[in-house]
């Protein structure tokens, strides 16, 4: 073999390499998009934090509603002008609603989270949940979490079955709260979790039409045992605003309750009760 066709033959090895690198600039290589990305989501989604890292993470605030009514006052009835006032506080102050979802992400796979998040929150499928509450939400683009105990189905002042379905349609959160509001602490029985979990859960899931994946206490009452059994069924519990479980934090989310105050007041029950300012 001469001397010149191998140096032929390097030079054209040298172009043919020197073109397929040209294509990978330009075009990027598939292969190393798909990989990177590969990559990222594996980082993200098969390390879940331990339960001291999501109970040392910062505490996005969640609000809890129950009644919204111009007749009845206490702690757990606000007006609808209240209410509404409460929202455009925090569609004005730069606030934006995140879903428990987003909220479970952010805790177990430290998914980012828009900026001044929290999530607001109704119990007891009350009917004006979805003819008050659901339209002021969707008017400043929040979505909500809707706590069901499955008992009101269709009951004067309740919501209807197809009423919860749009709420769920809508893009709004649907959870479960219990069939008749009995207390977690007080299921002593395999068939009181029947009763009151299981079954509720698969005919709201029926209902929905998707599955029900989170839970507020009724009354806001749990123990470490309830917290345990409720981690089978739901990514999160919520309590209210009790001290939290170290081992079991996903199952002992705090809310507050928002009474009757002013849109200020609001914000400040907020800051005072979730970041310590
Ligand atoms: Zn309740």
């Known amino acids: 073999m001469s001397k010149k066709f191998i140096l ?39 390390t879940a934090n331990t339960a001291a890292q999501i109970f040392a993470k910062q505490q996005v605030p969640v609000l809890c509603y129950h009644r919204i009514s111009d007749g009845d006052k206490g702690d757990y009835t606000v007006s609808p002008a209240t209410f509404s006032g409460h929202m455009k506080v925090l569609a004005d102050s730069g606030y934006h609603s995140v879903s428990p979802a987003q909220l479970y992400d952010y805790l177990v796979y430290n998914r980012s989270l828009p900026e001044n998040p929290f999530v607001v929150t109704f119990d007891d499928s009350r009917v004006e949940h979805r003819t008050i509450a659901a339209p002021v939400l969707e008017k400043y683009g929040f979505r909500g979490a809707f706590f069901i105990m499955t008992i009101t189905y269709n009951k004067k002042n309740y919501m209807t079955k197809d009423q919860i379905a749009e709420l769920a ?109």
Not at 19 to 46: F, H, L, M, W
Not at 228 to 249: C, H, M, N, W
């Open 8 to 46: 032929i033959c390097i030079f054209f090895l040298g172009v043919l390499v020197s073109s397929c690198n040209q294509t990978n600039r330009k075009n990027g290589n598939p292969g190393d998009a798909a990989n990177s990305v590969e990559q990222k989501d594996t980082a993200i989604t098969q």
């Open 169 to 277: 349609k809508a893009g709004h959160t649907i959870g479960l709260h219990s069939w008749d509001h009995t207390m977690v602490t007080k299921y002593k029985e395999a068939t009181d979790w029947q009763k009151q979990v299981v079954e509720p859960k698969k005919k709201l899931e029926g209902i929905v039409g998707k599955p029900v994946e989170y839970w507020a206490y009724p009354n806001g009452v749990y123990d470490h045992k309830g917290a345990v059994e409720l981690s089978k069924y739901f990514k999160i519990a919520f309590s209210l605003a009790t001290k939290r479980d170290s081992i079991q934090p996903l199952q002992s989310v705090r809310r507050i309750i928002i009474p009757e105050c002013t849109p200020q007041g609001l914000l400040k029950s907020m800051r005072r009760s979730f970041t310590g300012k």
